[in-house]
């Protein structure tokens, strides 16, 4: 063999080594990155998963509040612990804050439930039904709907037959019908966020809705306490008490003792209430207790964060009850 064809192999040789080293390389790069990257996805694991712990232990400090704060306390109000807001609480790489508000100081959606069945087979509307549509009347005048219409479709959603109540009203029918198809629930919501599927509500309907309403699951009582609305929400007394004028209502809510009324008797002995006669109904819709409350937690931990919304129920015993919980941002 000549030395030039010697030459000639060597240097293909060559070539097929550099060629098996970059392809080595190139692997070794990629292996690489994808430890990288599992690395970095076991650490936002790690991260997010301590952030969630973090809010599990807000939680359970709001239950600890609570339980605490209310022990032999005849009336609930804003002067309390538990209605403290903006506090927020430095730990270990992170933080934790937390907003409790109370659920009697909102309209439950699952007291709109239809449960008086008229003659004819009809459904009357409920007191607190009544007073949904005198809100929707003051705070949803643009709804895309008539009002009539909303009230008879969340008493539809929530009652337990398959029944038309009303005209406006839909079941399962209606909703089976639609392009993208589902059934009425036939129970109580579990959530405020079933609200949006409602047939033909909106997202502005939503909006329009959303700083009044809530939902206490496995609850279809309407209570409202005069003690924990606030001005924003002093509208859903003048609900309840369709003679009182919205004005009137703030202006109850905003001399309101800073304590709280002390008794149901000096709510209707009020300024404002003078010369209006409430009924014996509407009297028992009010109250200055709560036994249901909402907390959204928020934590942090690094470059990771959670938010925890956790809905309680205070029993006779004192003992506070989580009812359900949510994770992330509300719907």
Not at 20 to 30: L, M, S
Not at 223 to 238: G, I, M, P, S
Request: charged share 20%; net charge negative; with cysteine.
């Amino acid at each position: 063999m000549t030395k030039p064809a010697q030459r000639k192999q060597q240097g293909v040789a060559l070539v097929a080594v550099l060629m098996i080293i970059a392809i080595v390389v190139v692997i070794a790069v990629n292996m690489t990155g994808r430890l990288q990257l599992q690395l970095q996805r076991q650490q936002n694991l790690q991260q997010q998963q301590q952030a969630f712990w973090y809010a599990m232990g807000a939680e359970q400090f709001a239950r600890v509040l609570l339980s605490r704060t209310l022990a032999g306390e005849e009336t609930v109000h804003l002067g309390q612990d538990w209605a403290l807001s903006g506090a927020s609480f430095p730990v270990e790489d992170g933080t934790i804050a937390g907003e409790m508000t109370d659920l009697r100081s909102c309209f439950n959606l699952n007291a709109l439930q239809n449960v008086q069945p008229a003659s004819g087979g009809r459904v009357e509307q409920s007191a607190a039904q009544k007073a949904f549509l005198r809100l929707l009347e003051l705070k949803a005048a643009e709804l895309s709907m008539p009002a009539e219409y909303l009230v008879a479709r969340l008493g539809d959603w929530l009652d337990e037959d398959s029944l038309l109540s009303s005209a406006g009203s839909a079941e399962e029918d209606d909703y089976a019908a639609l392009r993208f198809p589902y059934y009425s629930a036939n129970t109580l919501m579990a959530s405020v966020s079933e609200l949006r599927v409602i047939l033909d509500l909106t997202v502005a309907d939503y909006q329009l809705l959303a700083p009044y309403v809530c939902v206490i699951p496995e609850d279809s009582s309407l209570q409202l306490n005069v003690n924990t609305l606030t001005e924003d929400t002093a509208v859903l007394l003048a609900a309840l008490i369709p003679e009182l004028a919205e004005q009137a209502a703030l202006d109850l809510i905003a001399s309101r003792p800073e304590q709280g009324f002390a008794t149901l008797d000096e709510v209707f002995s009020s300024t404002e209430l003078a010369g209006i006669t409430v009924s014996d109904e509407t009297k028992s819709l009010l109250t200055l207790k709560s036994d249901s409350f909402q907390l959204v937690a928020t934590a942090a931990y690094l470059e990771s964060g959670f938010v925890l919304t956790s809905v309680f129920k205070i029993n006779d015993n004192n003992q506070v009850k989580v009812l359900a919980r949510r994770f992330g941002g509300q719907g």
